[in-house]
């Protein structure tokens, strides 16, 4: 990159913000896929003024920017561009909660707030409104997750469900509001999603057609009472009937929030390391030793979790339908409450006797589970990146997969609710992975009440070239395996955007005729999800 693109960088936003060299290397670079990028520098923008002249440098001196909120995306190319020698534009000091609205529940966010900073800011505020943590973690972005449209376990599953009201900074320097934010003294902004005219929101996710500098998020109410429900398969053949009934208690009304079904391979992911002693080092995870690990630690072959909440009457109701819905149907269901929570974690021993349950390895990941579905951000599920990695981790609280050099790809497909679709694709997705040496630890997530979102994590160990050459091939099969079949990703990493971009029907040319129209210069993340 030119020097005087930097020197005017520098001089938009003072050197000690414009970062080149070694300081890019060590934060930048690391990722958990097994890419390689070259970052031109990195800027750290603390304004939307400050956007608004960033976006005009580039255009001006032809550098191409890729904006990032946190820069997690672990799993789906971590903080990396899509192509090399792009300026990095870093949000986080971006961090301010810009309004909170009690009465109506929902918050406007910049870039830079991640869960834990709104989780904390709700609690010492004492503001009664929860939000929708995803498996991430607690240092990763609301914003830039709902620009993915990822999606949590937590009340309003869907992220982009409960977005509401953007602004962004297009590629050339303007400033568009979306919905009504574009009228002065518009008062239902944040509080009406599809505003007058085309609806643009949707545009500016998954895409590279603007910097988004603002967002409306709406949270959930803390409801008068909450239980979480778990419930365990022992086998297999009781899956079909596990999911027809999911389904119809979501139609119901019954669960709140999304229901996840975790198969017992996901759940010991989530618990250790991979047993290369008990596997004498070899790969996959082999049947005997994962039955009985999961033996161990009391883990069905199926695990269903979902929540409660409402008035009290409404939650009492909701157990009973469940209980009478899943009879016969699992071989174990289990209500949580705060109540039944605080006894187990003062009386652990004393209740694995008398339950027979392994209640301290129970609580590891119960308390963390319970905890987010009411919306307190944790880093339960991000364990699992470590699974093949066979360094220690640097520390056990502030998990950063990335800098662990842990090596981890999400591949996650949308699939119908139905047995028959989620058995067509298992059989699709396993042989390939055990093929390649790599475990199947699936969870079905119900975003909604019709489909599953799978997400499977290729784990491997980043260390090992050989490995990660293998993941890189076995990802590439398992997307054009389940593509023949009709299952596509809700989302999609760094090494499969160009497959899919590059297709030649109409869907792909409308969204590069959007971006030349906005972006004809392609100043903005050139490749990312669009050409
Ligand atoms: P997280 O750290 O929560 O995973 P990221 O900041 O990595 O989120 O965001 C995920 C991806 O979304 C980024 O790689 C980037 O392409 C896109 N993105 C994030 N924030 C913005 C933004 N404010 N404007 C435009 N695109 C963004």
Redesign the pocket.
């Known amino acids: 990159m030119s020097d005087s693109a930097i020197r005017a960088f520098q001089e938009a936003l003072g050197a000690e913000h414009v970062l080149t060299g070694d300081a890019v290397v060590s934060r930048y670079d690391a990722g958990t896929e097994p890419l390689a990028r070259r970052i031109g520098a990195v800027i750290r923008p603390s304004s939307v003024e400050d956007v608004q002249r960033v976006v005009r440098i580039a255009g001006a001196h032809r550098v191409a920017l890729y904006?990032?909120?946190?820069?997690?995306?672990w799993g789906y190319?971590s903080?990396h561009p899509m192509r090399d020698d792009n300026v990095v534009v870093d949000?986080g000091r971006m961090n301010r909660v810009l309004e909170v609205n009690t009465e109506l529940a929902y918050v406007v966010l910049e870039?830079g707030v991640t869960q834990r900073r709104l989780y904390e800011h709700l609690q010492a505020e004492r503001i009664p409104l929860a939000l929708n943590p995803t498996g991430?973690g607690p240092e990763?972005?609301v914003?830039?997750?709902t620009?993915?449209r990822g999606f949590g376990i937590g009340p309003n599953g869907d992220h982009f469900l409960a977005q509401c009201g953007m602004e962004v900074v297009l590629a050339n320097g303007e400033l568009l509001r979306t919905g009504f934010g574009h009228y002065a003294n518009a008062k239902a902004t944040y509080v009406y999603k599809w505003g007058v005219g085309p609806y643009l929101d949707g545009i500016f996710t998954q895409s590279n057609y603007?910097?988004?500098?603002k967002m409306g998020v709406w949270l959930a109410p803390v409801p008068e009472a909450f239980e979480a429900c778990y419930f365990m398969c022992n086998r297999e053949e009781q899956l079909a009937a596990v999911i027809d009934t999911v389904r119809d208690l979501l139609f119901n009304g019954v669960f709140r929030g999304p229901v996840n079904l975790l198969h017992r391979n996901r759940v010991l992911i989530m618990l250790g390391r991979y047993p290369w002693d008990a596997m004498g080092g070899r790969t996959p995870l082999a049947d005997s030793v994962a039955s009985k690990l999961a033996a161990e630690k009391r883990i069905g072959v199926w695990n269903g979790v979902g929540a409660l909440s409402g008035s009290a009457p409404q939650v009492r109701a909701a157990k009973q339908t469940i209980r009478e819905a899943l009879r016969g149907k699992v071989d174990r269901l289990t209500f949580l409450s705060a109540s039944r929570l605080k006894l187990l974690q003062r009386f652990p021993r004393a209740l694995s006797m008398i339950t027979g349950m392994n209640v301290p390895e129970l609580l590891k990941t119960l308390e963390n589970s319970y905890g987010m579905m009411k919306g307190v951000p944790s880093e339960v599920a991000l364990s699992l990146a470590y699974w093949r990695n066979r360094r220690q981790a640097s520390t056990l609280d502030g998990r950063n997969p990335a800098k662990d050099h842990c090596g981890l790809m999400w591949f996650a497909p949308i699939i119908p609710m139905t047995n028959r679709d989620v058995q067509l694709f298992r059989s699709i997705i396993e042989p390939i992975l055990t093929k390649n040496g790599f475990d199947t630890c699936i969870t079905l997530t119900a975003v909604n009440e019709r489909c599953f979102d799978c997400t499977l994590p290729l784990l491997y160990d980043l260390d090992n070239p050989a490995e990660a050459a293998r993941a890189h091939e076995c990802y590439g099969e398992l997307v054009e395996a389940c593509r023949a079949q009709g299952y596509l990703p809700y989302r999609l990493g760094l090494q499969s955007m160009d497959n899919e971009t590059r297709r030649d029907d109409p869907f792909w040319r409308v969204a590069t005729t959007i971006k030349n129209a906005l972006d004809p210069d392609g100043i903005l993340?050139p490749g990312?999800y669009s050409r």
């Open positions: 904006p990032i909120s946190t820069g997690n995306n190319g903080a949000l870039p991430a990763c972005s914003l830039g997750n620009l993915e603007g910097i988004v500098t993340a990312r």
